[in-house]
């Protein structure tokens, strides 16, 4: 069963301090990945999405890849109590799944204190 | 990016009826999808929606509950049939245009 997990928090952090949201996959054969925010009562937000090993940076926003480790993350710089939600990471089903089907972690519920 | 609205936003249902979801996209896309969001869960994928031939579905989602149309390549609709509570619940379509977009839901309500 291809899996995708992610610490359920609350994470707490100050404002303007960096928050770290951490996710990893089980089909080592996805390519694709996606993070989500989710205000309460919204639908998911695209926030970031990666393809490759490595960092890709957006704002204040960082996705980190490694395929090896089967594991991605998301950094938020400089976090605003409106970056305060639920953050949802979101795998392709690999080979032979189309771009789209999509397997959600159960989200990590982030909260940034004034 | 794509721009997908979703009919009815919200509603509250009565046992056993069955409500028709609307997705509309403003663009043609290639690849559209039907996903469920029971309260406090994340993402479940129901289907994919395929243009002009039978939705596909994922393991615990069958056709007669979930009956889905893709009449052309910026419409699709989700029927959720003979509902009951454990029904209530938010869809949301999806739909590939270089990425992958979410429409804003559907709130769900099964008295």
């Known amino acids: 069963q291809k899996e995708v997990e992610q610490n359920s928090g609350p994470l707490s952090v100050p404002e303007g301090a960096i928050a770290s949201l951490n996710c990893t996959y089980s089909d080592r054969v996805s390519q694709s990945f996606f993070w989500y925010r989710q205000y309460s009562g919204k639908s998911p937000e695209l926030i970031m999405s990666?393809?490759?090993?490595g960092d890709k940076e957006d704002g204040r926003f960082t996705a980190q890849l490694n395929k090896a480790s089967q594991y991605v993350s998301l950094l938020i710089r400089d976090s605003q109590p409106s970056d305060s939600a639920t953050y949802l990471c979101?795998?392709?089903?690999?080979?032979?799944?189309?771009?789209?089907?999509?397997?959600f972690g159960k989200g990590t519920k982030l909260s940034v204190k004034p | 990016s794509a721009v997908i609205s979703q009919k009815p936003s919200r509603d509250i249902c009565q046992r056993g009826t069955s409500l028709t979801i609307q997705c509309q996209v403003d663009s043609q896309v290639t690849m559209m999808f039907w996903y469920r969001q029971q309260p406090g869960q994340s993402l479940t994928l129901i289907a994919t929606?395929?243009?002009?031939?039978?939705?596909?579905?994922e393991s615990g989602f069958v056709i007669d509950k979930f009956p889905i149309s893709r009449p052309n390549l910026t419409f699709s609709t989700l029927t959720v049939s003979n509902m009951s509570p454990e029904d209530s619940s938010i869809y949301l379509c999806s739909a590939v245009e270089n990425t992958i977009y979410f429409g804003e839901g559907s709130w769900l309500t099964v008295v």
């Open positions: 929606a395929n243009q002009g031939s039978e939705a596909t579905y």
């Open positions: 979101a795998v392709n089903q690999g080979y032979g799944g189309s771009q789209g089907n999509l397997i």
């Open positions: 990666i393809y490759s090993n």
